[in-house]
C-alpha cells in the first residue's frame, strides 16, 4: 500500500476540502509546507512532462498538490525527481463535472492509485465523498487503459483516444 500525503495550502473552503476528508479518514497525510513534501515521493504535478503510468507502482509515497495553481510557485516544486501528470480524465466534482483535466485532489489521487494498480483503493478513497464513485463511472474506459499501459510514452498515445 502506498503511502498518501497531500501540500494543502488552505486556499479552499475547509468545510468541502477533499484532502480534509481524506485526512479525517485516516486514508493520507497533510503537510503544511513545500519543504515539508519528502524528495522521494511522487508529486502530482499537472505541468510535469512525464505522464502517471503503471511502471510508477514502487514509488514510496504519492504527494497531491492541493492548492491554488494562480498562486502556486511552480519553481518550488520543479525540482522534484518524480513528477507526473495524469492523463485526460473528466471530473465528476459537483463544481466542475464533465470538464476535462479539473479533478479535485481526491479524484487525482484515486486515479494515480487506480492507473499503479490499486483499484480497491481509489474505489475505497472516492467513497469518501457522496459523489465519489462517480468519478470511476465517468472514467472508466480510460482508467482501465491507462492501467494497462507499459510505460508514460504509451499512457500518452492512449490519451489520445480520449481527446
Same mark, same amino acid.
Given at each position: 500500500m502506498i503511502p498518501l500525503l497531500a501540500y494543502r495550502d488552505n486556499s479552499c473552503d475547509p468545510r468541502k476540502c477533499t484532502v480534509k476528508k481524506l485526512?479525517?479518514?485516516?486514508?493520507? %497525510?497533510?503537510?503544511?509546507?513545500?519543504?515539508?513534501?519528502?524528495?522521494?515521493?511522487l508529486l502530482l504535478d499537472p505541468t510535469a512532462e512525464k505522464a502517471l503510468s503503471p511502471e510508477d507502482r514502487d514509488v514510496?509515497?504519492?504527494?497531491?498538490?492541493?492548492?491554488?495553481?494562480?498562486?502556486?510557485?511552480?519553481?518550488?516544486?520543479?525540482?522534484? %525527481?518524480i513528477r507526473r501528470a495524469l492523463p485526460f480524465l473528466m471530473a465528476a466534482n459537483p463544481v466542475n463535472f464533465g470538464k476535462p483535466c479539473k479533478l479535485t485532489s481526491v479524484e487525482a489521487i484515486a486515479a494515480a492509485l487506480y492507473i499503479v494498480g490499486e483499484k480497491e483503493r481509489a474505489a475505497q478513497i472516492l467513497g469518501c465523498v457522496n459523489w465519489g464513485i462517480r468519478f470511476l463511472e465517468v472514467n472508466k474506459e480510460p482508467l482501465e487503459l491507462y492501467a494497462t499501459a507499459k510505460n508514460s510514452t504509451e499512457v500518452v498515445k492512449f490519451q489520445a483516444l480520449f481527446l
Open positions: 485526512e479525517r479518514a485516516g486514508h493520507l %497525510r497533510i503537510v503544511k509546507t513545500i519543504s515539508q513534501i519528502p524528495r522521494n515521493t514510496k509515497s504519492i504527494t497531491a498538490l492541493d492548492c491554488s495553481w494562480e498562486v502556486l510557485d511552480t519553481g518550488a516544486v520543479s525540482s522534484w %525527481r
